[in-house]
Nanobody, 126 residues
Framework: QVQLVESGGGLVQAGGSLRLSCAASGRTFSSYAMGWFRQAPGKEREFVAAISWSGNNTYYEDSVKGRFTASRDNAKNTVYLQMNSLKPEDTAAYYC???????????????????WGQGTQVTVSS
């Protein structure tokens, strides 16, 4: 089992920045690739970003490329999502998730992630 706890959400003006953190406990953190997803009210959950086990490979949804950066610190069992140039359309609950071997098949697919956090709300005002 892996427990994931997100933090760092909040209210920010358009153009501002936030850094989300996801702290993991349980089994070996470095054994898991990590993803970030978001879900806005009335919309389906969507992929935002992902980072491989070592952190050498990252993946981003097109709308966040150049604005968001995923990183991880395996020594701290933590993954981060740095969000810059935030837009009102980035408003959503953000979730981190952990994936095992299936990550390589489809990093953007929610179905390959085995464990999920409870989410943290990000609200971007215009």
């Amino acid at each position: 089992q892996v427990q994931l706890v997100e933090s760092g959400g909040g209210l920010v003006q358009a153009g501002g920045s936030l850094r989300l953190s996801c702290a993991a406990s349980g089994r070996t953190f470095s054994s898991y690739a990590m993803g970030w997803f978001r879900q806005a009210p009335g919309k389906e959950r969507e992929f935002v970003a992902a980072i491989s086990w070592s952190g050498n490979n990252t993946y981003y949804e097109d709308s966040v490329k150049g604005r968001f950066t995923a990183s991880r610190d395996n020594a701290k069992n933590t993954v981060y999502l740095q969000m810059n140039s935030l837009k009102p359309e980035d408003t959503a609950a953000y979730y981190c998730a952990a994936a095992g071997a299936r990550f390589s098949d489809y990093p953007a697919g929610a179905m390959v992630y085995d464990y999920w956090g409870q989410g943290t709300q990000v609200t971007v005002s215009s």
